[in-house]
């Protein structure tokens, strides 16, 4: 198993850009999340989906998107792109809800807006 | 509401014990530990229920107070492979489905 996948590993782009951040889980984990890290900080919850088709927003949604359409694939959505969102994005997965069950985290993306 | 953890940082000896401090200011649910090395991902640690035993494996354990919604992480006879940076992350109550929230982080050093 290849775990959480996220592509690409690095991007810069330039302020009104606009990208989307792929997620992949081949762990036929129902949950996902997308956070956000900055420098010296813990991770912020941007979105979240319990399976297929259901998403919900998190701590810090704004200037986001995300879709589920299948269970291995969560990308996040960047629109309008802001030096606000420079930052290291981690994707992650668990088999259901936090409560119990271990997030697995993506290698991470490193985002930044210029 | 984000926990807090502390230190916020450390610096020891290779064979000295570390205890990383997390509280909230609300009811939890669970608390799970991560390590996270720089440049890398979260690494899960352990997850301690509202109600369960102290966990650990090896010579890293912890334990988790429901009186006072504090849990502590103790790493004993530390070695080099145990630097980086150790978050907490809490569950309310109730909150399965709507993933954790992580304290800002302890950085360990452990020195030869």
């Known amino acids: 198993n290849a775990g959480v996948t996220q592509t690409p590993k690095f991007r810069i782009l330039k302020i009104g850009q606009s990208m989307t951040l792929q997620c992949t889980q081949d762990m036929n984990h129902n949950y996902m999340y997308w956070y956000r890290q900055d420098p010296g900080m813990g991770l912020k919850l941007i979105y979240y989906s319990v399976g297929a088709g259901i998403t919900d927003k998190g701590e810090v949604p704004n200037g986001y998107n995300v879709s589920r359409s299948t269970t291995e694939d969560f990308p996040l959505r960047l629109e309008l792109a802001a030096p606000s969102q420079t930052s290291v994005y981690f994707c992650?997965?668990?088999?259901?809800?936090?409560?119990?069950?271990?997030?697995?985290f993506g290698p991470g993306t490193r985002l930044t807006v210029t | 509401q984000q926990p807090v953890q502390s230190p916020q940082a450390v610096i020891l000896r290779e064979g000295e014990d570390a205890v990383i401090n997390c509280s909230s200011s609300k009811a939890l649910y669970s608390v799970h530990w991560y390590r996270q090395k720089h440049g890398e991902a979260p690494v899960f640690l352990m997850i301690?229920?509202?109600?369960?035993e102290q966990k650990g494996h090896e010579k890293i354990s912890a334990s988790f107070n429901e009186k006072k919604q504090q849990s502590s992480l103790y790493l004993t006879a530390s070695q080099l492979s145990y630097s980086g940076t150790y978050f907490c992350?809490?569950?309310?109550?109730?909150?399965?489905?709507?993933?954790?929230?992580f304290g800002k982080g302890t950085h360990l050093i452990i020195q030869p």
């Open positions: 301690l229920l509202k109600g369960g």
């Open positions: 992650a997965s668990s088999l259901y809800g936090a409560n119990s069950y271990e997030q697995y």
């Open positions: 992350g809490t569950e309310l109550p109730g909150g399965g489905a709507d993933g954790l929230t």
